[in-house]
């Protein structure tokens, strides 16, 4: 099993940045898919970005396609989200999740393991 907590939410202005960080405890942090996902108020949680276990393979949502950055340090157990040029529509609760399923499916059925989330708030 995976233990993972997010950091780094907090509130920006439009254009601004944040850097998420999601850290992992357990075993073989090497081994897992990661993925970032997002939830806004009364929406259904939606898929943001994932990397693969080396960080050779990456998808991201279209909305965020050249904004957001995903990486990760096996190394350091950890899978980040650089977040630039920040809209209003990309606030929400912002979780970190894990997975072995062999799957490239970004659906949250594909992930077995979250976070608690980290807030993220942008004004306008």
């Known amino acids: 099993q995976v233990q993972l907590v997010e950091s780094g939410g907090g509130l920006v202005q439009a254009g601004g940045s944040l850097r998420l960080s999601c850290a992992a405890s357990g075993r073989s942090f090497s081994t897992y898919r990661m993925g970032w996902f997002r939830q806004a108020p009364g929406q259904e949680r939606e898929f943001v970005a994932t990397?693969?276990?080396?960080?050779?393979?990456?998808y991201y949502k279209d909305t965020v396609k050249g904004r957001f950055t995903i990486s990760r340090d096996n190394a350091k157990n950890t899978v980040y989200l650089q977040m630039n040029s920040l809209k209003p529509e990309d606030a929400g609760v912002y979780y970190c999740?894990?997975?072995?399923?062999?799957?490239?499916?970004?659906?949250?059925?594909?992930?077995?393991?979250w976070g608690q989330g980290t807030q993220v708030t942008v004004s306008s």
């Open positions: 990397i693969s276990q080396s960080g050779s393979i990456i």
């Open positions: 999740a894990a997975t072995q399923r062999l799957s490239r499916d970004t659906g949250t059925n594909e992930f077995d393991y």
